[in-house]
């Protein structure tokens, strides 16, 4: 049996014993003891942190079928491809030789390698251009780990310094039933507005001991594994709780901007806990036509309160899904769980959000580089590496989400 299916029937058989402890207190007509209550707690603690562990290895094993594939087309390339015009090495030539600096270090690149990889060179600050598979790979890596990246809108900005569009700010109002010869009544409410996403800088720097850039197999994967995850983090906790100042606008952060307070659903919650009603009254509030594409998104705290959940027809509300790759649901919809989204139970705080994510959009600017730092770090025999991108992000259509909220 695969790692990734043993951990997947750890986690069902996890579910089981939690539920068998709700379930016993039930039949017993009684609340759970103190004890059943931590022995609940403990194991959904277990559930959650086996739900990460599953993403982690699938997105692994998805980075490893792509390095493979890498590996073997450049291979291939390598036989046959010649290296361009004098003095303007291929690209392929620049894939090896990055590959071959980040395993062997620069002493073992040969004048041509040396060529290929300083093709901007910046002799003062050791820019070397990153070959086109690494940076594509750190940017696969980002959407694999971070949920909004998943479902938003994206847009890439080559040239332009920011992306707009335009909002229907204001809809006229209906059609007047009239006579033949008439036009209606004349409408002046129509209007429109704008929503601009100006890409912010993002930078995050790595040292990494040269002892294991020159002996660890797939070392040029763990650097890029890495920087994938700080960008991931940096960008989820921001399209998350943002605050749109230099920075992207979050859905859990109140603004006229993004998601008015308007969208904000408290009705049946407590002022401490996440309810059956509440959460009906956040699915109703959205219209139909944004159910087939709306998640739910809560932090693991909260998913433990849903966890305990009954409809009136006494059935969990939360469902463990049976099928490899699906999510669990929540009262039919798709169920995520972020470390990133609020999990403070205080009156008046938001604790999760039902919608629909491709009214999330993100602009990434493509002038992502990466710097190799080879002598700034030679007294402790380190490596630094410099990754840096630019991007900004905003929920575009308030109406599509629904922000659960304490009473």
């Known amino acids: 049996m695969s790692k990734l299916n043993e951990l997947r029937e750890q986690r069902g058989q996890l579910v089981h014993d939690a539920r068998a402890i709700l379930d016993k207190a039930e039949a017993e007509k009684r609340s759970a003891t103190a004890e ?17 562990e599953v993403r982690r290895h699938e997105s692994l094993a998805e980075a490893e079928r792509q390095a493979a594939e890498t590996a073997l087309r450049g291979q291939d390339d390598a036989r046959g491809r ?49 070959p086109e598979q690494f940076v594509t790979g750190l940017i696969k890596n980002i959407d694999d780990m971070t949920f909004i990246r998943q479902r938003a809108t994206k847009y890439s900005l080559p040239t ?11 809809d006229p109002a209906d059609a007047d039933w009239t006579t033949e010869l008439a036009t209606g009544n004349e409408d002046s409410t129509m209007s429109f507005g704008k929503r ?12 990494v001991s040269n002892k294991l850039l020159r002996q660890a197999a797939g070392a040029e994967g763990i650097v890029r594994d890495r920087l994938g995850y700080k960008f991931g983090a940096s960008q989820e906790k921001a399209f998350l709780t943002g605050s749109g100042v230099n920075q992207p606008l979050g859905v859990f952060t109140a603004s006229a901007d993004g998601i008015t307070t308007a969208r904000d659903v408290s009705t049946g919650n407590t002022t401490t806990s996440i309810t059956f009603d509440g959460l009906t009254e956040a699915k ?31 059935q969990y509300l939360w469902r463990q899904s049976v099928r490899d790759g699906e999510p669990d649901t929540l009262l039919g919809r798709p ?3 972020s470390e990133y989204a609020p999990n403070t139970f205080t009156t008046g705080l938001y604790v999760g959000l039902l919608g629909d994510f491709s009214n999330y959009w993100i602009a990434d600017a493509l002038d992502f580089q990466i710097q190799v730092l080879k002598e700034l770090y030679a007294e402790t025999d380190q490596t630094g590496f410099i990754g840096r991108l630019a991007c900004d992000g905003m929920p575009v259509l308030a109406e599509s989400f629904a922000r659960i909220k304490l009473a």
């Open 284 to 314: 109703y509030s959205l219209k139909g036509q944004y159910w087939m594409r709306a998640d739910w998104l809560f932090h693991r705290d909260a998913m433990k309160q849903i966890a305990k959940l009954k409809d009136g027809e006494g």
């Open 196 to 207: 601009a996403l100006n890409p912010h800088p993002l930078a995050k720097r790595l040292k």
């Open 36 to 52: 059943e209550t931590a022995q609940f707690d403990a194991l959904m603690d277990k559930v959650n942190g086996l739900a990460d």
């Open 335 to 337: 169920i995520m769980m």
């Open 82 to 130: 010649a290296v361009g015009k004098a003095g303007d090495p291929g690209v392929d030539v620049r894939s090896a030789a990055f590959s071959k600096l980040i395993l062997q270090g620069v002493r073992s690149l040969n004048d041509t390698e040396l060529r290929a990889l300083q093709a901007d060179s910046d002799t003062a600050g050791g820019f070397l251009v990153a």
């Open 160 to 170: 332009a310094a920011s992306l707009g569009a335009a909002t229907l700010a204001a």
